[in-house]
């Protein structure tokens, strides 16, 4: 690729700006653009509902590079420009002003916005949601100490702002449709270590109840109306049912779509040869569990880009990190690696009522898929190692602390 090459990012994220720095890294010395629609340089958001809403972490600290970095490596932000228009064919992005710029290679990394709710109150002054730095910011300043949060839905961005919200003294009430929290990626069993923890710490935890309305009082929301006619009163409400990925550009270009995002090869290219795609956006196949994936998770964002700018400068390689994901709340902290199906068996390792354990998916011969290490930080290794090696494990040797996890390698 010569040097007056044009790249285009499109996404100023945690992805967005980590291609940037993986083009600069591997010596591109073409153009570098990045549309970014926020006003903010690229920052993370994990610490979005936990260390910043706990007081503990400034936009500063997760920012991913400050301004200096972008004008040293040469890197075009343009800060506050949402692309509203691609047209592969002519190879251009366009913005909403009518200029258009050309590209050689484009990377999408546009990442996810917060779900809405439809019912009545979703848009009322005091109901929150929680994807972008503003909208901590302003959550942050409604949860003063003595107020009450209603939260809707038991997810992870409910729980961690819930956990949040507790330690600054805020009474919180949590809504949850299903059986117990965060049922549809860890199931009931480990879903219930969540329910009793929140529930230790002083959460009002509603589970199988359904929010019909967000009830207003002179346009301000003021607490939950659910559909058995129980109202929980509250000063503010985050409504936090999800993340809906950012698709509109790729779908209106004809890119192949697929669950819910863009599909791309292992190597993250798009079906148009000159367009990638990382991060929440990106359903990839994945060589080694043998399915295509797309989740939303920091890891993607961060490792994604430097595979897809490997393509995108005529080295294709291929996206084989195992998912990875983790959360913080009050003391728990834990990491979960790997990939569960819905009918994945459950076998756990540990003391889980004190919280201190791990929990491993297991498919129908035995096989690890998944893990998950609970205030247990010595083990993830040995626990994506089984994930790797797709053995059968003995399932009580593997509940048992006293058989060290290397030893089940084996089979
Ligand atoms: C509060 C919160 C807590 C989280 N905690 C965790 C956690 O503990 N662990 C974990 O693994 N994951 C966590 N996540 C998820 C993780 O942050 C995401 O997976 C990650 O941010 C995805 O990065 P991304 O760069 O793909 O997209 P994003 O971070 O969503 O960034 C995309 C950016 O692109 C911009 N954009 C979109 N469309 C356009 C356009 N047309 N033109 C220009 N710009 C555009 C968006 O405005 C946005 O700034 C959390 C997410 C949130 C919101």
Known sequence: MTSSATFVIVGGGLAGAKAAEALRDNDFGGHVILFAAEEHLPYERPPLSKEFLA????LDEFTVHNSDWYRDHDVDLRLGARVSLLDPAAHTIG????????????LLATGSASRRLPIPGADAVGTYYLRTFDDAAALNSALTEGS??????????GLEVAASARQRNVDVTVVEAAKQPLSAALGETVGKVFADLHRDHGVDLRLQAQVAEITTEADRASGLKLSDGSVITADAVL?????????ELARQAGLAMADGGVLVDASLRTSDPDIYAVGDIAAAV??????RIRTEHWANALKQPAVAVAGMLGAPTEYVELPYFFTDQYDLGMEYAGHATDSARVVL????SGREFVAFW???D????????VNIWDVLDDVKALIRLKVPVDPDRLADPETPLADLRTG
């Open 349 to 352: 390792r540990g003391d889980v």
């Open 148 to 157: 009450s949060l209603a939260v809707v839905g038991a997810g992870w961005i």
């Open 286 to 291: 994945h060589p080694l569990l043998d399915c």
């Open 95 to 106: 913005l909403p002003d009518d200029t258009t710029v050309r590209y050689d290679k484009l």
């Open 366 to 373: 035995n096989r690890v898929l998944a893990g998950m290490n």
């Open 239 to 247: 409504v936090a049912v999800g993340a809906k990925p950012n698709v």
């Open 362 to 364: 297991l498919d129908d």
């Open 55 to 58: 007081g503990k972490k400034s």
